[in-house]
C-alpha cells in the first residue's frame, strides 16, 4: 500500500446529503488545541447545512486521535481525511478540497478557533445577496503562549485601526496586507477556490497558499466584510515565519517567486501592486542581515536595483508604509506591554 494513499473516515450514511458550506481543517501535531478548533466549528447555528472536513497529517501527536473521537461522535457533520504519510500542508489542503461538496468553503485550521457562533450564517447571507462577492472575511484577534498558557487579547483586534478601503470592496491593489482575509476568518466560493487551485498560481508549490488565494480572488472578485471579531489566531511559534531568521529568508524567497509569477499572471493589470515586491525585498535585506546570510543580501539588492528606481523605491516604500501603519502601532503596543 502507498503510505500516501488517501484514507477517509466518515459514515456515508450519517453525513449531511447537501452542505451548504465545507469547512476545511488542516491539521498537523494540533493535539492541545484541535479539539477547541473543532468545538468552533461545532457550535455554528446556521439555517443550512455544512461538514468539517479534517486533514490530518501524519502527526507525531494525538491529533489523529481526537479527530476519529469527534468523527465518531459527530458522524453526520465530521469527515477525517488522512494517510499513513505526512503529504505536507499544500497537498493536505488540496486533497480535502476535492474531498468537500459545499457551495462555499471556509477555513479553520486545526491551532486557530472561531469565537462567534454566527459566522458561517452571516458570511453565507453576506455572499447570497450580493452574487459580485468571491469571499467574505471578518475581523480577528491574537492568541499568544504566555506563562504556560494561552492568553487572547479581547481588545486589541486586527481591524481596529485599518481603514474601511483596505478591507473591503476592490482589494486587488493591496492583496498582501497581513491584516486581511486571515485564512481563519474567510468563506469563499468554491468555484473561486477551485480555480485559483486549478491555475499555474495554484499549482506551483510555495511555501505558503493564503496570499495566493487572496491575489487570485481580489484579481476577479470584490470583497465582503464582517466588522465582528468571529475567529481568534493562535501566535504558533512553531510556525513557518517562527521557526529562526533562516525560515524568514526561505519564506521571503518564495514570496519573490511567487510576486515573480503572480506579475506574469497578471500581466497588463496597471493595479497590480509594486509595493509588494518592494516589502519582500526589503524584508530579505534586513533578515538576510539578521542571519548574516551575505547570498541573501546581494540577491536582495540585486533585486530591488532590478525592479526600482531611486523615485520608485521612495514611492513604493511609502506605499508599503502606509498600509502598514496599523500593525506598526500594534507592534509598538505590545513591545510596551511586555516592558510593563
Given at each position: ?327 506598526i502601532h500594534d507592534v509598538h503596543d505590545h513591545a510596551r506591554d511586555r516592558a510593563a
Open positions: 500500500m502507498d503510505a500516501t494513499e488517501i484514507i477517509e473516515v466518515s459514515d456515508p450514511r450519517r453525513l449531511v446529503a447537501r452542505p451548504a458550506v465545507s469547512v476545511l481543517m488542516l491539521a498537523y501535531n494540533h493535539g492541545s488545541c484541535l479539539a477547541e478548533a473543532i468545538e468552533g466549528v461545532l457550535a455554528q447555528r446556521c439555517s443550512f447545512p455544512f461538514e468539517l472536513i479534517i486533514g490530518e497529517d501524519a502527526s507525531p501527536d494525538n491529533t489523529l486521535e481526537i479527530a476519529l473521537d469527534y468523527q465518531a461522535r459527530f458522524p453526520d457533520i465530521v469527515r477525517v481525511i488522512r494517510s499513513r504519510a505526512n503529504v505536507g500542508m499544500l497537498a493536505n489542503a488540496r486533497r480535502i478540497f476535492d474531498r468537500s461538496r459545499g457551495e462555499f468553503v471556509a477555513y479553520c485550521e486545526g491551532d486557530d478557533f472561531w469565537c462567534a457562533t454566527d459566522k458561517l450564517q452571516r458570511q453565507v447571507q453576506m455572499m447570497q445577496t450580493d452574487a459580485g462577492i468571491g469571499v467574505v472575511h471578518t475581523d480577528w484577534v491574537k492568541s499568544r503562549y504566555v506563562q504556560g498558557r494561552w492568553r487572547v487579547d479581547w481588545k486589541r483586534t486586527a481591524h481596529r485601526r485599518v481603514p474601511r478601503h483596505y478591507l473591503e470592496g476592490n482589494l486587488f491593489a493591496t492583496f498582501f496586507n497581513p491584516k486581511i482575509l486571515r485564512t481563519c476568518t474567510r468563506l469563499a466560493r468554491r468555484e473561486v477556490v477551485a480555480a485559483c487551485l486549478d491555475s499555474s498560481l495554484g499549482q506551483t508549490p510555495y511555501g505558503f497558499g493564503d496570499t495566493v488565494l487572496a491575489a487570485f480572488t481580489t484579481a476577479s472578485w470584490r470583497v465582503g466584510y464582517l466588522a465582528d471579531v468571529t475567529a481568534v489566531y493562535r501566535i504558533s511559534p512553531r510556525s513557518a515565519l517562527r521557526s529562526g531568521v533562516a525560515a524568514r529568508v526561505r519564506f521571503l524567497r518564495s514570496a519573490l517567486r511567487f510576486d515573480t509569477d503572480a506579475r506574469a499572471h497578471f500581466a497588463g493589470r496597471a493595479d497590480y501592486p509594486e509595493a509588494y515586491r518592494w516589502e519582500l525585498a526589503v524584508g530579505l535585506l534586513l533578515w538576510g542581515i539578521r542571519a548574516r546570510d551575505f547570498t541573501a543580501c546581494r540577491d536582495a539588492l540585486g533585486d530591488l536595483r532590478a525592479h526600482f528606481t531611486p523615485a520608485g523605491f521612495v514611492r513604493q516604500g511609502w506605499k508599503a508604509l502606509l498600509m502598514r501603519l496599523p500593525g
